[in-house]
């Protein structure tokens, strides 16, 4: 899993129809810890399916790979990332 922050939403004109009811965002990938607090945070960007229902600027935890379409079994989606956690709060030692 990975933290990632929300900085978009994203509109399908055309999709293919496992597709459909999905509720896409536009993710940035924090890529060092130390910078979480920035904006942007510099990261890759990722158009990841939505299951938690979050805002733009919220911090996030994404699944990526086969993993992010486990919660649609036996469905099968044509899914990259999956938005799985919004995270309330990080704390490290």
């Known amino acids: 899993m990975k933290i990632a922050r ?4 994203v509109t399908l004109a055309r999709f293919h129809p496992a597709m459909e009811a999905s ?14 607090h920035e904006q942007p945070l510099g990261g ?13 600027g919220d911090l996030v935890g994404l699944a ?3 993993e ?3 919660p649609f079994l036996p469905d099968i989606k ?3 990332a999956s938005i799985v956690a919004l995270l309330d709060h990080i704390e490290l030692n």
């Open 6 to 9: 929300t900085i978009g939403n």
């Open 23 to 36: 509720n896409l965002r536009c993710v940035e990938l924090v890529d060092t810890i130390e910078r979480i």
């Open 44 to 56: 890759e960007t990722i158009v990841a399916w939505d299951l938690c229902g979050t805002g733009i």
């Open 64 to 66: 990526e790979g086969p």
């Open 68 to 70: 992010s379409a486990q």
């Open 78 to 80: 044509p899914l990259d």
